[in-house]
């Protein structure tokens, strides 16, 4: 297959050219590939962008948060929502029970995970420590391509984690090269909260960014990183929401500290008084951390360009209005839908208001992700010998974003109503066509699981 007269657009550099494919990878880039007698298929990309397939490296399909309650999104129609969008490989997360083995919880969450229909990796949460966690730990890494642990500071009630016990996950990690990621939000402060507020009748969605100030973000990331300092284990802090946590991480990269960051696109794009809509309406917007006040929006988007953040995830874990639907804001699912729109919100908002150049869209939505969770160069990167995951662009597109329209398997778009310019034209995973003429054509089970290599991308 020869993609032609595209603008090659990667995360260091841009040019017109050509991309030859063979075998499911990249054979040759050049600014002119010659059609031979083995070509089996010429694309002509001219007016569009050429860019690696995009990598969601935060993803929670089918979630379980509850008795009987999921996020609405399985791995079947949360990754084809992904790809309609651009993305191609995604990475979601074992969550075992607490005490429960992790290569149980890594085989349960093997067998949800097949139905996707992109690439997938997983990162393995540890939601309590037992004499076993080291060993499983280890078996994770140099077994199963695990590189990376998810932790959280918050919901110490169900997956949270104390102090005493996050540090013997970053020590172990830190003796397996291994990344951790951290979930940063003082839970005790916010359960304080959550039962001052309740006590005093105050129940409503409104006071679901009240329980969680940004003080409660900063304060955790500064002790994430004096943890992880202390084991001295590479950190890599998700869904970074507020200026004062930017600080603190900024501070700890100038000072030479491995610490990677995420964004994402409802934190760049909305704002704390959408919790203002009627509490029907606002429930859609319970995530955590919460929407905050005008301000951290801008200071976000300089973190993008000044590389404190490197990376533009989702934490996609979408739940129907029904299912969000509780008269204790306490109780209220945590989690929107986004895996579908990241990279039209980002390229429009974004690349199309001069707040990231084009190679910068790249980098965070696809080359550091990558990058910082050991698949590239197979995936993230247009280079010979990378999986043939090219997204071309159509940046002529215009359109809207709706819950009517949207492959989310979710009845609300926090987004809904907002213009965005640029979609994919078509799509290529693993040399096939994966997305073409509006429809995704790659079948449920198409993904692979993808085992990851050593965590990269540390300033
Ligand atoms: O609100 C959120 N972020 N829901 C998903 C679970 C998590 O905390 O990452
Ligand atoms: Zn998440």
């Excluded at 951790?180 to 005790?188: P, R, S, W």
């Excluded at 200026?243 to 909305?270: D, M, N, S």
């Excluded at 934490?315 to 699912?333: G, L, V, W």
């Amino acid at each position: 297959m020869l993609i032609e007269k595209g603008t090659i657009v990667t995360e260091s550099t841009s040019f017109q050219g050509d991309i030859l494919i063979s075998g499911g990878k990249i054979k040759e880039i050049g600014e002119k590939i010659e059609k031979t007698s083995s070509t089996t298929k010429v694309i002509d990309a001219g007016g569009c962008f050429v860019f690696p397939g995009a990598v969601d490296v935060h993803v929670h399909m089918e979630l379980p948060v509850g008795p009987g309650l999921c996020s609405s999104d399985d791995f079947e129609s949360g990754s084809r929502a992904a790809l309609a969008g651009g993305t191609t490989t995604i990475i979601d997360f074992v969550t075992p029970l607490r005490g429960q083995p992790l290569p149980e919880a890594l085989a349960q969450r093997k067998e949800q995970a097949r139905k996707s229909l992109c690439d997938y990796g997983l990162h393995m949460s540890i939601t309590s420590w037992n004499k076993h966690t080291a060993s499983e730990m280890k078996n994770c890494v140099e077994k199963e391509g695990i590189t990376s642990f998810k932790v959280y500071m918050a919901y110490k009630d169900t997956i949270g984690l104390e102090d005493r016990e996050l540090i013997p996950v970053m020590d172990t990690a830190a003796k397996l090269g291994a990344l951790v990621a951290v979930h940063c939000e003082n839970g005790d402060v916010i359960k304080y909260l959550q039962e001052k507020f309740l006590s005093q009748g105050k129940t409503s969605p409104r006071f679901h960014p009240l329980s969680r100030p940004a003080a409660v973000e900063r304060e955790a990331v500064l002790r994430a990183l004096t943890l992880s300092a202390a084991a001295g284990c590479a950190l890599y802090i998700v869904h970074v929401s507020t200026e004062g946590a930017l600080a603190e991480i900024a501070a700890a990269r100038l000072a030479g500290q491995k610490v990677l960051a995420e964004t994402c696109p409802h934190y760049l794009l909305l704002e704390k008084k959408e919790y203002l809509r009627p509490d029907s309406a606002a429930a859609a917007y319970v995530m955590s951390p919460p929407l905050r006040p005008k301000g951290h929006g801008a200071a976000l988007w300089q973190a993008l360009r000044d590389d404190v953040l490197q990376v533009a995830a989702t934490d996609h874990c979408p739940f129907n209005r029904k299912q969000a639907s509780h008269p204790d804001f306490s109780k209220i699912p945590n989690g929107v839908a986004g895996v579908e729109n990241r990279l039209a919100l980002l390229y429009t908002y974004g690349v199309l208001q001069d707040k990231i150049s084009l190679n910068r869209f790249v980098e965070i939505t696809a080359s550091a992700p990558a990058k910082i969770f050991g698949l590239y160069p197979r995936k993230g990167a247009l280079q010979p010998g990378s999986d043939a995951d090219i997204l071309i662009w159509d940046p002529a597109y215009e359109g809207v974003i709706s819950a009517e329209t949207h492959l989310h398997n979710c009845d609300t778009n926090i987004f809904e109503g907002f213009p965005i310019k640029g979609k994919p034209r078509l799509i290529i995973r693993r040399g096939k066509i994966a997305y073409e003429k509006d429809s995704v054509m790659l079948k449920k089970g198409a993904g692979l699981y993808i085992p990851r290599g050593a965590p990269g991308l540390y300033p």
